[in-house]
């Protein structure tokens, strides 16, 4: 992987957001991002197909940089109900009105996390599709408070 820093620099837009996808920063790459300053500034950060698992996740949603994004896309990772628990809990992401979560295997309990969460309550677009989320996930989102606000949800139970 290429120097961290010179790659943030080179795909931060004008637009505040920062497209990391398909870099595979792994959870190493993912927890020296959260530690940039620069974070602060990115209001939409895309880091699908990084194999981030959990931990990384863990890392990135404990980043008291990451306050001002409104879109966290981490589609195609390796996240599983524990990472799912983590962004639920964030007190980091009240912000956050897009998350995508698809192609992940987060299933019926981390579809719970997300549908119990104080902190999401600002989401209207939430994609889990291909999560593996299940029946009882998908009842648990349909049935959760942040429901409501959601205009774009993609939900699949398997």
Not at 27 to 50: C, F, P, Y
Not at 69 to 80: D, E, G, P, R, V
Not at 101 to 113: C, S
């Amino acid at each position: 992987m290429e120097n961290l820093e010179e790659l943030v620099q080179r795909s931060l837009q004008e637009n505040q957001m920062l497209d990391l996808e398909k870099h595979n920063l792994g959870d190493a790459g993912v927890h020296k991002l959260a530690q940039m300053e620069i974070l602060s500034t990115v209001k939409r950060l895309e880091l699908g197909d990084n194999e981030i698992t959990d931990i990384g996740v863990a890392a990135l949603v404990n980043s008291p940089y990451i306050s001002n994004l409104k879109l966290l896309n981490l589609k195609s990772n390796k996240l599983t109900a524990i990472g799912t628990q983590a962004i639920a809990r964030s007190p980091h992401l009240s912000k956050l009105d897009s998350l995508i979560l698809k192609f992940n295997d987060i299933g019926e309990e981390g579809a719970r996390h997300i549908a119990a969460s104080e902190t999401l309550l600002s989401l209207t677009t939430l994609d889990l599709f291909r999560s593996r989320i299940g029946k009882e996930g998908t009842l648990a989102i349909k049935r959760s408070p942040l429901y409501k606000n959601l205009s774009r949800v993609r939900l699949s139970e398997v």
